[in-house]
């Protein structure tokens, strides 16, 4: 089969490889090119047709990124040529398939390739590996599918006998004409305040069903001239600076975030931008957030609001309690019902977050499903990387490695160097089996959940997909991202259980 760009890869699979890493977007392309680097030997299986992960799967209209283009890259591959100062989805796929192609991944990658289980052997000290393609070994397994790469659903009753259209914001159907038709959108995340400007503009009558209203701040976006790209080119430094100021800036933002009260001030920026795109005062008061800005995520968008204010559009804030064949069904706070006439149903619900579905594909040496583990002890890791119980397993963008405010890809090259002198650290000790130790694990989630006690992103009055079903935050970093960087620049032995074998302990000093 031929990847996007015209690189032939083969659907075959090896015996045996060293590691297996899960997934070709940001996280899985960094560890490929990274493990590539320091000599050790991988097998990058994608579920997917091409690479770039949530950038190869969304591509819904309006698709953006809201992190600025210069920090939203690799450190070590720079683009000059970024069009827009938030970058729109097709750049950014385009340059994940310039990543994967110039730094010689795509031979290592088999697309289409789907894992469907992988058991941690104690005889052999491998991972077991069961994909759609047939089965192979390997030393280590690498979890990179990212935490927004399984769509949400919520489960409504009637839906099944819905007669209409329906689909997910990241499974859009661009074969399906909106023009002309009654369109329903449900959620109001990240993904809805992009689609839904379009989909009013396509659609006879458009119907938002808002559960709750986010904060929108405005977009300060704009393009770049052909001199800056120019400059980039010629000047690599120039385009450094830019994406140092930008971090700096973005860091800055993590004081309001761990201060709620700090937050006032943005969200007066963000009242003055509803008030001044929205006019009706009854719409105006559905669409006024209720909790403290940053408590959700915060969501940047010029024509979100103009769009729910046209003459098309209804946003509805009761609650939908069922799905009729060419409907939805609503009822206020009384009781009282109504039936809203839709011809198709677009999902804005975001992603299964916090019960990733990756985990129920995963078991360790006892049998156990990572997925039970998580379900009655919630989701953990140490340095959210390595998780006890499941040796010689690395989860990149794992519990509480998210970010509420700035680029998730210093997170991603923060995880795979600190998993290549990791990997260094217990080669050089004799090692081959590597685990975190469980009461280091405990004792490290523990300081996180008390870190994050008091930011907003717990203490901001709102129910977001930040938490888990126990209200406990398993998502996000609780502060700066230099702390992270930092503590991620140094291995310590003595937080893991290293062996030869599956049954020969390795000494390793405190």
């Known amino acids: 089969m031929a ?20 997934g070709a977007g940001f996280a899985g392309l960094c560890a490929a090119i990274k493990l590539g680097e320091a000599g050790r030997e991988y097998l990058v299986i994608e579920r997917g047709g091409d690479v770039g992960g949530t950038w190869r799967d969304n591509s819904y209209p309006g698709c953006a990124c809201d992190v600025p283009s210069h ?10 040529d970024w069009r827009h100062s938030f970058s729109r ?5 385009a340059y994940l398939r310039g990543v994967a192609r110039d730094h010689g991944v795509l031979p290592h990658v088999r697309l289409q390739t789907t894992l469907t289980a992988a058991r941690w052997d104690e005889a052999t000290s491998t991972w077991a590996v069961e994909t759609s393609r047939g089965s192979l070994t390997a030393d280590r397994l690498v979890l990179a599918t990212g935490p927004l790469s399984e769509p949400s659903i919520p489960a409504i009753p009637g839906l099944a006998g819905f007669k209409g259209e329906t689909f997910h914001s990241a499974t859009w159907n661009h074969d399906h004409d909106l023009t002309g038709e009654r369109v329903a959108v449900i959620g109001t995340g990240a993904s809805a305040i992009q689609f839904v400007p379009h989909v ?23 393009r770049y001239g052909g001199w800056e790209r120019r400059l980039n080119r010629v000047l690599p430094v120039v385009q450094r600076c830019l994406r140092g100021l930008i971090y700096s800036a973005r860091e800055l933002m993590v004081i309001g975030f761990v201060r709620p009260q700090l937050m006032r001030r943005a969200e007066r920026v ?29 969501l940047m968008s010029n024509t979100y609001y103009p769009a729910l204010a046209a003459d098309n559009a209804d946003v509805v804030t009761d609650g939908i309690v069922e799905v009729k064949p060419h409907g939805i069904v609503t009822a206020d706070s009384f009781g009282n019902r109504t039936e809203h006439p839709v011809d198709t149903i677009i999902f804005g619900t975001g992603f299964r977050v916090t019960d990733p579905p990756v985990a129920e594909l995963i078991s360790g040496p006892d049998g156990r499903r990572l997925s039970d583990v998580w379900h009655d002890e919630g989701m ?10 499941l040796p010689n397993l690395f989860m990149l963008v794992g519990p509480n490695t998210g970010l509420g405010h700035t680029s998730i890809v210093l997170m991603i090259e923060a995880q795979v160097r600190y998993l290549i002198r990791l990997l260094e650290k217990v080669d050089a000790s004799g090692g081959r089996v590597v685990g975190a130790k469980r009461t280091v694990q405990a004792a490290y989630n523990a300081d996180l959940q008390q870190r994050l006690a008091g930011t907003v992103w717990n203490a901001g009055g709102c129910q977001s997909w930040y938490l888990d079903r126990q209200g406990r935050n398993t998502t996000l970093w609780p502060t700066f991202t230099f702390s992270y960087l930092k503590e991620m620049r140094s291995v310590h032995l003595s937080e893991y259980d290293v062996t030869r074998t599956a049954d020969e302990p390795t000494a390793v000093p405190a």
Request: with cysteine; proline share 8%; aromatic share 6%.
């Open 89 to 93: 989805q097709p750049q950014i796929l």
């Open 200 to 222: 009013q503009q396509a659609a006879s009558r458009m119907t938002l069903f808002q559960r709750t209203a986010p904060w929108v701040l405005p977009r300060r976006d704009r």
């Open 3 to 22: 990847a996007a760009g015209g690189t032939e890869m083969s659907s075959e699979l090896p015996q045996h490889v060293e590691n297996v890493i899960v």
């Open 270 to 298: 963000a009242l003055r931008h509803l008030i001044g795109q929205v006019t009706d005062p009854e719409l105006r008061q559905k669409l006024t957030p209720s909790f403290r800005l940053g408590c959700k995520r915060v």
């Open 380 to 389: 953990t890791a140490l340095h959210g990387l390595a998780i006890a119980g």
């Open 71 to 80: 920090l939203y890259s690799f450190s070590f591959a720079p683009n000059p």
